[in-house]
């Protein structure tokens, strides 16, 4: 008899999750419509063209955006955390304070995107292209960035602590505030007319390893290494 409660217990619970959505599986609503604040959390949203959407606030942690078009879309305050954005395309979307922390990123598409105060954090930006984006007060701690594009970005107290800059391309960035740049590896890095001289934790060796040039200008008590300006790769 208790047996038999038991089964019929389990069977009302079960049906009740299934009902009201209850649950982890539940939880997400893969098939709505792009709105503000909804939960795309873990969804297969690849290969597809959204741009203009409205997703500000929306959970898209570990979603699928691979190859996914959601250029000048809105984003603020979203939550990417995780997500995959390979090949991806942001560009031109509104993205303050959203989060793009661990997500996998190579080849993805921010140029010109307003993300002020957004997380980059042990994310993988691998020839991510950031060309004429504001980031300011951005956090790329621990970021990979090899061979990144930065060109023209406002990068105003921009957090670089510990992320991998090697070949990447900031030539022509805004460097306002005080960056910081402590830990970074900066093999290659293009700094040629960039103005660091504010930046935070920079070193020598790092500057060693860097591609300036004369219009390069370094925090106090760094110099001009006699490598530069570097031979062409």
């Given amino acids: ?65 691979n190859a996914t078009d959601l250029g000048n879309s809105n984003v603020n305050s979203a939550n990417f955390e995780k997500a995959s954005l390979m090949r991806a395309s942001l560009a031109g979307a509104k993205a303050e304070n ?33 060309s004429g984006a504001s980031l300011k007060k951005a956090n790329f701690e621990k970021a990979e960035l090899g061979r990144a594009n930065f060109q023209k970005a406002v990068l105003t107290d921009a957090r670089f602590f510990l992320a991998n800059l090697s070949r990447a391309d900031l030539t022509g960035a805004t460097m306002g505030g005080k960056p910081v740049f402590e830990g970074a590896f900066m093999f290659r ?20 390893l860097a591609c300036g040039d004369t219009s390069t200008r370094l925090p106090a008590g760094l110099s001009t290494p006699g490598s530069w300006p570097c031979t062409a790769d």
């Fill in 98 to 130: 959203a989060n793009f922390s661990r997500v996998e990123a190579y080849r993805s598409n921010f140029t010109n995107v307003s993300a002020d105060g957004a997380s980059f954090a042990s994310a993988e930006f691998q020839r991510g292209d950031f």
């Fill in 1 to 65: 008899m208790r047996t038999i409660m038991s089964l019929a217990f389990v069977l009302v619970v079960s049906t009740a999750a299934s009902t009201y959505g209850c649950g982890a599986a539940a939880a997400a609503d893969c098939g709505s419509m792009a709105s503000p604040g909804l939960d795309w959390s873990e969804c297969n949203k690849k290969s597809i063209i959204i741009p203009g959407s409205n997703l500000e606030g929306a959970n898209l942690t570990g979603t699928d955006f």
């Fill in 189 to 208: 890095t293009r700094i040629e007319g960039v103005d660091l001289s504010a930046a935070q934790g920079l070193q020598q060796s790092q500057i060693d």
